[in-house]
């Protein structure tokens, strides 16, 4: 690894701080592309990528926005949002065409494309009705005795948990992406699920892990100074 290629990291990673005052100019589409492309970039289990990321700039639609996040100043000056849309019922059609592009490329070696393939029973189970209601049942029965489990993406509320926690990947790497971008950004839960997902006309079985407010922060922007706790690393010595 070359010193630019860390200097490069790290100076992007400086520069993302959640930004409350936007100067709310409009933002180019080919930034919005760059950034969302790279967004797509992310990683999830599997790679099923069980996130959508709804990209509103119509200003009718962004002051509705800056409503449904309860009038937050980042929400009301953002020039743009990306909310990460988490849904786990699309991914046996994802795997499905996840196979489909494998059978069809020269990239994959045959002992990949059985892997894949060994995989589809597996994936398909997320989909099997009576396999959710039992693993759920298991899930909630376990979690009286302990709080491991309660993320194992068993049954729906599981599979819900499971989608949104992958498509928080997809979050942190718009945040860096805007950043790289020269743009600012503000990652939110204070919003009004019910109310944003009318926004963007969601079905019943999405949820709303975060809702990002993007612009290009204001020369007055007030930043609170940086503070992280000095014990979230814990050092396991093995002997
Ligand atoms: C999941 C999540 C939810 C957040 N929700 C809000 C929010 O609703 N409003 C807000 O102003 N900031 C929100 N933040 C921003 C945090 O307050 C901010 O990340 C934290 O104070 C650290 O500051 P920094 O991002 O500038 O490093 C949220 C951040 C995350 C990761």
Redesign the pocket.
């Known amino acids: 690894m070359s010193d630019l290629q860390w200097d490069t990291f790290s100076a992007i990673n400086e520069h ?3 930004v ?1 005052d936007f100067t709310g100019e409009p933002l180019s589409d080919k930034d919005m592309r760059a950034i969302l492309e790279a967004t797509q970039l992310a990683p999830s289990s599997s790679n099923l990528q069980p996130d959508e990321l709804h990209w509103v700039k119509d200003p009718g639609l962004c002051s509705r926005m800056a409503e449904a996040c309860k009038g ?1 100043r ?1 929400a009301k000056s953002a020039s743009a949002f990306v909310v990460i849309v988490a849904k786990w019922r699309g991914v046996k059609q994802t795997y499905q065409d996840f196979l489909a592009h494998v059978d069809h490329s020269a990239l994959y070696d045959e002992k990949s494309k059985a892997y894949h393939h060994g995989r589809s029973k597996e994936i398909s189970l997320i989909s099997n009705p009576v396999a959710r209601l039992l693993a759920g049942g298991f899930r909630f029965l376990l979690s009286f005795f302990t709080a491991h489990v309660t993320l194992a993406p068993f049954g729906t509320s599981g599979l819900h948990h499971w989608a949104a926690r992958n498509s928080i990947f997809a979050a942190q790497a718009l945040l860096l992406a805007a950043s790289a971008r020269g743009l600012d950004a ?6 009004n699920p019910m109310r944003v997902a009318k926004v963007l006309g969601l079905g019943r079985g999405e949820v709303i892990p ?1 809702v990002i407010a993007i612009g290009k922060r204001r020369e007055d922007a007030k ?2 100074a ?1 503070w992280r706790r000095g014990d979230a690393i814990v050092f396991h010595q093995f002997l």
């Open positions: 993302r701080r959640s409350r937050q980042s503000c990652p939110m839960e204070g919003f975060v930043i609170e940086r």
